[in-house]
C-alpha cells in the first residue's frame, strides 16, 4: 500500500470500510494495531487524527509512524481477521469543511498580500492560520468576504501528484522545501498548496467561513475563524447569548452593546455618589465621636475594606483616640460570618500587637501604618481581645 492510495485519499468520503488485522501490539496507550488499509486519517499537516471504531474496539488516536499508520485501540484485535471499521463521520467533515476553508481564507490573504501561512492549527472550538505579515482589521474582513465569494463559486477541490518540473511552473504554496512525491490540492483561483490533509470536493461544501479574531503576533497576523457546521454552531451559542443580553436589558437584540456601555456609565456614576455619601457619613460619624479616648473600638454593617479603611483614616486624622479598631462583618466563603478590621495606632508596636490579635482571634492581615485584615471570631471576643492586647501595651 502506498502513501496515495490510502483509502482516506482514494475517498476522503468513505465512512465505513472493512479491512484486514494486519499487526495488533500492546503499547503505553492500549493497543496498537496496523492494517492492510484504511479509511482513519493519521494526525499530520495541521489536520487532527480520525475517532471511530474497528469492530469492538474504540480508536483514540491514529499516528503514521516510520511510513506506518497505527490504530491506538481499547481492545485488541486478531492478526490475519477482517475487521469492519467505522468513523466519527461528524467530526471528520467538520475537519474537511475546516480544513478546505483554511486553504481559501489562506489562499485569498496569499493572492492580496503575498503574505505566508507560517502556522497552522485545528483546535476543537476553532483554527488558527498565522500570516506573515500585517493586517488591520478591515483588511481581515476584506479577505473573509473574499473567500465567502470562493466559497459560493463552488470550485473544485483538485488532487494531484504533480513531478518535479511541473510543481515547478505551478507555484504553490508550501511550509517547506518538498522533494519525492508531493501532494498538491489546487482550488483554482483561489489557492494552490502542498497538503496531505482530507478535503471537500468543492469550495461550496465549506458553507462558511468566519472569522472570529485577528490579532497581532510575532510580527504578523494570527487569524482564528470556523467554517461550515461549526460556524452554525458558533453562531448558535452566540446568538442566544446575545438575546438572553437583551431580555435582561430589555432592549432588542442589535443594541445589545449600546445598552450595556449606558448600563456601566450609569453604575460608574452610581459608585461615585455612594463614595461621595460614604464620606460625608464618614465624617459626620467622626464628628460625633467622643474626643480623649485610648482605645475606640467601632463595628459598623455593611462597609466594604476599602470604605473600611477610608472610614478608619478619616477617625485616625481626628486624633479622637490613641487606638482606633473599625471592624465590619462579612460573609465567608463557607458562609460563616467574619469580621474586617482597620486598626490604626501611631505607635511601632502596632504591629507587634496585630500578631497578637490574630493569634487569638483565628484572624490573617498586617501592615505598617495601619494594620487590616479579617478576625474568625465572635463580636465580644473580638471586643474583649482589643481591649486587652491594646490595653497592655498602654496601661
Ligand atoms: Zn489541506
Known amino acids: 500500500m502506498s502513501e496515495m492510495n490510502e483509502l482516506f485519499y482514494t475517498n476522503p468520503y468513505l465512512r465505513e470500510f472493512d479491512a484486514t488485522v494486519v499487526a495488533c501490539t500492546e503499547g503505553k496507550k492500549g493497543f496498537e494495531v496496523v492494517l492492510d488499509n484504511t479509511a482513519f486519517y493519521p494526525e499530520g499537516g495541521g489536520q487532527?487524527?480520525?475517532?471511530?471504531?474497528?469492530?469492538?474496539?474504540?480508536?483514540?488516536?491514529?499516528?503514521?509512524?516510520?511510513?506506518?499508520?497505527?490504530?491506538?485501540?481499547?481492545?485488541?484485535?486478531?492478526?490475519?481477521a477482517t475487521v469492519h471499521g467505522v468513523l466519527d463521520w461528524e467530526r471528520r467533515y467538520d475537519n474537511m469543511q475546516n480544513h478546505t476553508g483554511e486553504h481559501v481564507l489562506s489562499g485569498v490573504i496569499n493572492h492580496a498580500f503575498g503574505y505566508e501561512n507560517v502556522g497552522f492549527h485545528m483546535h476543537d472550538d476553532a483554527i488558527t492560520i498565522d500570516?506573515?505579515?500585517p493586517m488591520t482589521d478591515d483588511d481581515v474582513k476584506a479577505m473573509e468576504k473574499a473567500a465567502n465569494d470562493m466559497i459560493k463559486a463552488d470550485i473544485a477541490v483538485d488532487i494531484s501528484f504533480?513531478?518535479?518540473?511541473?510543481?515547478?511552473?505551478?507555484?504553490?504554496?508550501?511550509?517547506?522545501?518538498?522533494?519525492?512525491?508531493?501532494?498538491?490540492?489546487?482550488?483554482p483561483t483561489a489557492d494552490c498548496c502542498a497538503c496531505c490533509g482530507t478535503?471537500?470536493?468543492?469550495?461550496?461544501?465549506?458553507?462558511?467561513?468566519?472569522?472570529?479574531?485577528a490579532s497581532k503576533?510575532?510580527?504578523?497576523t494570527r487569524i482564528e475563524f470556523v467554517c461550515g457546521d461549526r460556524a452554525l454552531r458558533d453562531f448558535t451559542k452566540k446568538h442566544d447569548e446575545v438575546i438572553k443580553?437583551?431580555?435582561?436589558?430589555?432592549?432588542?437584540?442589535?443594541?445589545?452593546?449600546?445598552?450595556?456601555?449606558?448600563?456601566?456609565?450609569t453604575l460608574v456614576a452610581?459608585?461615585?455618589?455612594?463614595?461621595?455619601?460614604?464620606?460625608?457619613?464618614?465624617?459626620?460619624?467622626?464628628?460625633?465621636?467622643?474626643?480623649?479616648?485610648?482605645?475606640?473600638?467601632?463595628?459598623?454593617?455593611?462597609?466594604?475594606?476599602?470604605?473600611?479603611?477610608?472610614?478608619?483614616?478619616?477617625?485616625?486624622?481626628?486624633?479622637?483616640?490613641?487606638?482606633?479598631?473599625?471592624?465590619?462583618p462579612a460573609a465567608a466563603a463557607d458562609g460563616t460570618v467574619v469580621y474586617n478590621y482597620v486598626i490604626a495606632?501611631?505607635?511601632?508596636?502596632?504591629?507587634?500587637?496585630?500578631?497578637?490579635?490574630?493569634?487569638?482571634?483565628?484572624?490573617?492581615?498586617?501592615?505598617?501604618?495601619?494594620?487590616?485584615?479579617?478576625?474568625?471570631?465572635?463580636?465580644?471576643?473580638?471586643?474583649?481581645?482589643?481591649?486587652?492586647?491594646?490595653?497592655?501595651?498602654?496601661?
Open 48 to 80: 487532527p487524527a480520525d475517532l471511530g471504531t474497528l469492530g469492538e474496539a474504540k480508536v483514540s488516536d491514529v499516528r503514521r509512524q516510520n511510513g506506518v499508520i497505527i490504530h491506538f485501540t481499547d481492545k485488541a484485535l486478531e492478526v490475519g
Open 131 to 133: 500570516m506573515d505579515g
Open 162 to 187: 504533480p513531478s518535479a518540473e511541473e510543481r515547478a511552473a505551478m507555484g504553490f504554496r508550501s511550509k517547506k522545501e518538498l522533494t519525492g512525491k508531493v501532494r498538491i490540492v489546487n482550488i
Open 199 to 213: 478535503h471537500v470536493k468543492s469550495t461550496q461544501e465549506v458553507g462558511i467561513i468566519k472569522v472570529l479574531s
Open 217 to 220: 503576533h510575532r510580527g504578523g
Open 245 to 265: 443580553a437583551s431580555r435582561l436589558l430589555s432592549i432588542k437584540p442589535d443594541e445589545v452593546a449600546a445598552a450595556v456601555e449606558k448600563t456601566l456609565q
Open 270 to 328: 452610581r459608585d461615585e455618589r455612594i463614595a461621595q455619601m460614604n464620606q460625608r457619613y464618614f465624617e459626620m460619624k467622626t464628628t460625633m465621636l467622643p474626643a480623649d479616648q485610648t482605645i475606640l473600638t467601632l463595628f459598623e454593617e455593611g462597609l466594604t475594606p476599602f470604605e473600611l479603611k477610608l472610614f478608619a483614616t478619616q477617625v485616625a486624622e481626628s486624633k479622637k483616640a490613641q487606638v482606633t479598631a473599625l471592624l465590619a
Open 345 to 395: 495606632w501611631d505607635d511601632a508596636r502596632l504591629r507587634e500587637a496585630s500578631k497578637t490579635l490574630n493569634q487569638r482571634l483565628n484572624g490573617r492581615g498586617g501592615g505598617k501604618d495601619m494594620v487590616q485584615g479579617s478576625f474568625k471570631a465572635a463580636r465580644a471576643e473580638i471586643e474583649t481581645a482589643i481591649a486587652e492586647v491594646f490595653g497592655a501595651f498602654i496601661q
